[in-house]
């Protein structure tokens, strides 16, 4: 009777993957001889778990428009009486994720205690989950995240590195605002648990960095604006089909460029030579010209391209850049071609055809450079100077980089104090920025892998997909030694590739923008006000059917003005909801959630209204207007968040347990 019941089972969940999600299904079909013959594995006894928690809110983290409605929400908090924990109030998270799928008894327990409404299952080895088909009724563990409008994935990986940046795709593209408190828990595989969070660790708060800010795309549509309606103004065209028959060299300007510069001008001959940002002075001090150079950056450009064409002959190199870029940046130019960012507010507004866009382009310029590579047909890409970090924590870029000169003496190195693998063997260290870098281009590599090789031969972090080359072995048979393909010719068609012609963008449409805005301003408002209660997570699904944080990230935009008006707020919007939710789950009395729900909405609704009247004035007219400089773009030094009430430690603890505070949530102070 027990055979049937469980071969029942068996059959009931390979059809519920089968019709939920095939490509999970099409993998363990793969297995099945190997999970029949490991049938009877013994299920670990211990549970190993991590909670990540978004970094308190400080004066200097945050923009002036998020930091004044933390202000005015806590100022009006403590006058209510509301008082909060260090911590959150209850183990309840928008995020799960379970490490070990062979325990779903122990999952449907956990799925009702903190009421995930996304979980990733990850399960290294895919026979583990396949045989756990013979035990486990799946079709429960489905009902149970569904039941809340959840939704429940599989990670079928047994790689750490690319575990750690799934899950945060997951994340970024599920709601970004709930990240505070998300939650790991290890049934099994604990060393592979481990260097999981491990990963996640180093990378938690980088979730409130790469939104992206109301004044930032203000600006960048300024600046999109004025580049694209030049007369002469060209746009980059993706051609990753057309094979070049030589390298690629994409050089940044980490500290080992200094060592491997010399190769890099014996071989550029035999390549077309990709300088990423900053790398540009180092090579054309060393006497080499790059061919492309390549920029992603709004501001803070031209003072670096500018100080190379002061001082060198910069005839000859194309700049391939981002359309957002400050125009003072493009003047010193002889030939520019602009490209589109999907994650970015010009794009939805301007941008015709996906191949006008270079895919996974940021966070860095090097992500750029490499993406340019790829997109423009080269099957062999070399990478210089590309280190993302340094074998010494106080090292950082090229010693002839713009970061070395007078003129760059306000750069603020950060601190590298992530310890990674290195390239060529041992450790390195990285920051938590070049981290997220350093996974983004791994994830370009994996894409776009296929008859493509990848050679890393620069002194930093390991780059999975990337073989360890080092600079001198170029010249050895079977590398770039003999190599002969006309290289001037491989640029000109890259080059006469590029589009032109007049408009690329017509009149500015100062009327639909306008009326998008208002729009946009009167959804979301009406669905913050139907929320009704605040403590079930569920009520930010909604507001993310409205911010819709897959566009831009995974999706390509569909070319409309109300897709413009959405990019242009959500990431202020995005960082005004972390920190509603860092607040409203950390309210000590379960009675007061409702009552800081309230005002924080009230708070977040009159923020954005001041948005709203910025874009509007900006915006509506006849052509974009860029942010007046007198608009702060911080809180001003002297502000600070008000002080929270505090909690006597021996006062019994406000969350219910009965417990005095110093034995309860007080812990953690």
């Not at 095939?22 to 793969?30: D, S, W």
């Not at 923009?63 to 005015?72: E, V, Y």
Request: aromatic share 10%.
């Amino acid at each position: 009777m027990t055979g049937n019941k469980n071969r029942n089972l068996k059959a009931r969940n390979l059809d519920l993957f089968r019709r939920g999600v095939p490509e999970i299904y099409a993998r363990l079909l793969e297995v099945e001889h190997v999970a029949d013959a490991a049938a009877g594995a013994p299920p670990a006894e211990r549970t190993y778990s991590a909670r990540f928690t978004v970094k308190a809110p400080a004066r200097e983290d945050l923009d002036a428009h998020t930091f004044h409605l933390l202000q005015g929400a806590l100022r009006r908090a403590t006058d209510a009486g509301i008082a909060f924990f260090a911590e959150p109030r209850s183990p309840e998270t928008y995020f799960l994720v379970v490490v070990g799928a062979g325990h779903g008894g122990r999952l449907l327990a956990l799925l009702e205690r903190i009421r995930p409404l996304c979980v990733v299952v990850v399960e290294p080895d895919a026979g583990a989950l396949r045989r756990s088909f013979d035990s486990i009724d799946w079709t429960a563990v489905f009902r149970a995240v569904r039941a809340r409008a959840g939704e429940l994935h599989f990670l079928l990986e047994d790689d750490a590195d690319r575990v750690s940046a799934n899950v945060w795709r997951v994340l970024r593209k599920t709601n970004p605002a709930a990240a505070d408190g998300f939650t790991v828990v290890a049934h099994d595989h604990h060393d592979f648990a481990r260097r999981i969070i491990r990963n996640l660790a180093d990378e938690a708060q980088l979730i409130v960095a790469g939104l992206g800010f109301f004044h930032d795309e203000m600006l960048m549509l300024a600046n999109a604006y004025r580049n694209l309606g030049a007369a002469n103004a060209r746009v980059f065209k993706r051609t990753p089909d057309r094979d070049r028959g030589l390298p690629a060299f994409v050089i940044g300007s980490g500290p080992s460029l200094d060592w491997a510069i010399d190769a890099v001008k014996e071989h550029a001959g035999k390549a077309v030579v990709v300088s990423c940002g900053s790398a540009f002075r180092p090579l054309v001090k060393k006497g080499i010209v790059p061919d492309f150079q390549i920029e992603i950056e709004n501001i803070n450009v031209s003072p670096l391209t500018t100080q190379v064409a002061r001082e060198h002959d910069i005839t000859g190199v194309t700049l391939v850049t981002a359309c957002t870029v400050d125009p003072a940046a493009v003047s010193v130019f002889d030939d520019v071609a602009y490209f589109f960012r999907k994650a970015l507010s010009p794009y939805p507004l301007f941008c015709r055809t996906e191949d006008w866009s270079l895919p996974l382009p940021g966070p860095t310029v090097v992500n750029a450079g490499l993406s340019f590579a790829q997109a423009t047909g080269f099957r062999d890409v070399y990478l210089f100077g590309v280190d993302f970090g340094s074998q010494l924590p106080y090292q950082h870029h090229a010693k002839d980089a713009f970061h070395h000169t007078p003129e760059g003496t306000a750069y603020k190195h950060v601190s590298y104090d992530i310890e990674v693998d290195a390239n060529f063997g041992g450790t390195c260290f990285t920051d938590r920025g070049l981290f997220a870098a350093r996974d983004n281009l791994v994830e370009a590599i994996r894409v776009c892998g296929d008859g493509r090789r990848y050679f890393n031969c620069s002194d930093g972090v390991a780059i999975h997909g990337a073989r360890p080359t080092r600079p001198e072995d170029l010249a050895h048979p079977g590398a770039l030694a003999g190599l002969d393909v006309d290289k001037r010719a491989a640029v000109r068609d890259i080059v006469g590739g590029f589009e032109s012609g007049a408009m690329l963008v017509g009149a500015w449409p100062g009327d639909a923008v306008g009326n998008a805005i208002e729009a946009y301003a009167g959804r979301l408002k009406a669905c913050m006000a139907a929320i009704e209660n605040f403590g079930d997570k569920a009520f930010y699904q909604p507001l993310m059917a409205i911010l819709r944080p897959q566009m831009g990230y995974l999706d390509t935009p569909d070319r409309s003005t109300e897709n413009a008006v959405n990019i242009l707020f959500r990431g202020t919007l995005f960082g005004m909801l972390i920190f509603f939710e860092y607040y409203l789950s950390r309210v000590a009395d379960p009675a007061h959630v409702e009552r800081f729900g309230a005002i924080a909405r009230d708070q977040l609704i009159r923020r954005f209204d001041v948005l709203k009247e910025l874009a509007l004035a900006g915006l509506g007219g006849e052509a974009p207007r860029p942010p007046s400089p007198s608009e702060p773009v911080a809180a001003a030094a002297g502000e600070a968040l008000p002080e929270l009430l505090r909690i006597g430690r021996n006062a019994v603890c406000p969350c219910g347990s009965g417990l005095k505070y110093k034995h309860c949530h007080g812990k953690a102070d």
